[in-house]
């Protein structure tokens, strides 16, 4: 009996093992706003179909992003991801580059 009670907890931390480390939201959106020193705005939009019509809409929502090095620029798209309150608006870090924006 005691080989069956162990059998569930050694499945659990198999389980919890592939699990990703973090269960930190990410999200996809463009920087619009580089005034900032050290902080990013980055819009994100949704598509979000309409609960009466079904109709398709556009929802966007504008975070404030930590970016330790001042490396990403209006128009570049990122990931972003939750962390600890950094300051009075910013929960959010920059996380990585998806797609640089063409230079002219």
Do not use: C, F
Not at 25 to 32: A, D, H, K, P, Q
Request: no cysteine; glycine share 4%; aromatic share 4%.
């Amino acid at each position: 009996m005691a080989n069956q009670a162990s059998s569930p907890a050694k499945a659990d931390q198999a389980a919890a093992s592939t699990r990703p480390a973090s269960r930190k939201r990410e999200l996809v959106g463009v920087v619009t706003g580089d005034k900032m020193n050290k902080t990013r705005v980055v819009t994100v939009e949704r598509r979000l179909a309409d609960a009466k019509y079904g109709k398709y809409m556009t929802k966007r929502a504008k975070y404030k992003a930590h970016d330790e090095k001042n490396e990403y620029r209006v128009g570049d798209r990122v990931v972003i991801v939750e962390s600890r309150p950094l300051s009075r608006q910013k929960r959010w870090r920059v996380e990585r580059l998806v797609k640089r924006v063409q230079e002219v």
